[in-house]
């Protein structure tokens, strides 16, 4: 006897969980509310049948369901090709940013050899040395050629 108690027990509510009845209305502020029921001195604008959600079977189903796991390994697959992609980006942006040092140091340099006054460099021994004319000459295309390089799109 008390199995079949056990048994008819869930066949009494299952019509009542299959299906819930949501009632909508609204604030006097104008915010919408949900809810089983409305409080008292409301009445329904519009009362909704929601239907309770299907649980996800574990493992593969025929009705394209995911299991916790692949949810979680999707996830993850997700999180890592993000943080790669912001990785990828911070270096790109580190790298156009000694570029534009770079070129904004030829660019100065440039500028300083084209401005006709006297080029001097330190020599091996420490010595002060004045260059040339040629010697300026082939300094000023060396500027150019780091110019070219470095800020060239």
Request: charged letters at 25%; one cysteine or more; glycine letters at 8%.
């Amino acid at each position: 006897m008390t199995v079949r108690c056990f048994l008819l027990f869930p066949l009494l509510f299952a019509p009542a969980m299959s299906s819930a009845d949501v009632c909508r209305w609204t604030d006097a502020s104008g915010q919408t509310h949900y809810a089983n029921s409305p409080p008292p001195g409301v009445t329904c604008a519009k009362t909704l049948r929601v239907q309770p959600a299907q649980p996800a079977q574990p493992g593969p189903s025929g009705n394209g369901a995911k299991s916790t796991r692949d949810l979680e390994v999707e996830f993850q697959k997700r999180r890592g090709d993000r943080l790669e992609a912001e990785q990828r980006a911070a270096e790109e942006k580190a790298k156009a940013e000694h570029r534009a040092e770079l070129c904004g140091q030829a660019r100065g340099r440039l500028t300083w050899l084209e401005g006709g006054g006297r080029v001097a460099r330190i020599n091996a021994q420490g010595e002060r040395q004045v260059l040339g004319d040629e010697e300026i000459l082939q300094e000023i295309a060396a500027a150019r050629r780091r110019v070219a390089q470095h800020c060239s799109p």
